[in-house]
């Protein structure tokens, strides 16, 4: 993918939704949740901060994350669905 995300925006790359419920019942489109984890694909460089000095960012290429639910900006590149999301949209990575 070629995007290079500004300041303290990271692009992800959604998990695909459950299929399946836990007791094993197929959902149709309309019933799976959104996610809200997925793998980043791009960072960008820091926020400015007020004395001007740049502070990075503490996710990198490849982490795992989960994020705000309702946070971001959904698009298509490249024949993938993404989100662009600020750093403090995110909560946590996975191990």
Not at 32 to 41: A, H, I, S
Not at 56 to 71: A, I, M, N, Q
Request: aromatic residues 4%.
């Amino acid at each position: 993918m070629n995007i290079r995300p500004l300041g303290d925006k990271v692009v992800v790359k959604p998990a695909e939704a459950e299929e399946k419920s836990a007791g094993g019942i197929i959902l149709p489109d309309a019933a799976k949740q959104k996610p809200q984890e997925g793998t980043v694909v791009a960072v960008g460089n820091g926020r400015v901060l007020d004395n001007g000095e740049r502070r990075t960012l503490t996710v990198k290429v490849g982490d795992v994350v989960v994020y705000s639910k309702y946070g971001g900006t959904e698009f298509k590149l490249g024949g993938d669905t993404v989100m662009i999301l600020d750093e403090d949209q995110i909560y946590a990575i996975k191990s």
